[in-house]
């Protein structure tokens, strides 16, 4: 069976990437849920460092059950304001610098649901990159940048150690 770090982590560690920038280094502390069907650890919290010195962390919930299922949840802090959103809200709630004039409580961003997988979406716009000879919205290096972050995570909870991400030219 498939790893569930790297078939569940790998959208949340995309995400995370293309919103704080490339990975430097991660740990993971995973464990085997008793009761579900694989023996392979089911639920993970990674701690993240970011090459511009930012942290971050991702949790990967595979064998908790919750209702409802399937929510993604997105929290970014900084200096300059917060923003959070989840796939059951639809929407992104961000507070900014409190020092910016003229606001009166959290701008809020509504974003367009996506109905089933967006797989039409995404092979239609992956066929008109070859179509019309454009570069995709991610590329290659994009993707092995996010596989040698998933790498290096499980490396880190086989070890209980943080570990270096490799760095994708």
């Known amino acids: 069976p498939q790893n569930p770090w790297i078939a569940g982590a790998s959208h949340a560690m995309d995400l995370v990437r293309w919103l704080a920038g ?11 849920v008793a009761g579900t069907a694989a023996e392979l650890p089911d639920h993970a919290i990674s701690m993240l ?3 511009s010195g930012s942290l971050g962390r991702g949790w990967l ?4 059950r919750r209702w ?14 917060t923003a ?3 796939t059951e809200s639809m929407q992104v709630t961000a507070w900014l610098d ?32 070859i179509l019309d000879d454009t570069d995709p919205l991610v590329d290659v290096r994009a993707g092995a940048a996010t596989i040698a972050v998933l790498c290096a995570g499980l490396d880190s909870a ?7 991400v490799r760095p994708i030219a």
């Open 68 to 81: 409802p299922e399937h929510i993604v949840q997105l929290g970014a802090y900084g200096s300059d304001g």
């Open 61 to 64: 919930n595979k064998g908790l």
């Open 22 to 32: 490339d990975i430097e280094e991660i740990m993971v502390y995973d464990n085997h």
């Open 84 to 86: 959070l959103t989840d």
């Open 98 to 129: 409190p020092d910016i004039g003229g606001q009166m409580g959290p701008t809020v961003i509504p974003f367009q649901p996506t109905i089933g997988h967006p797989v039409v979406a995404e092979l239609t716009a992956f066929v008109g990159n």
């Open 158 to 164: 086989a070890s209980g150690l943080p570990r270096k």
């Open 49 to 51: 460092r970011f090459s």
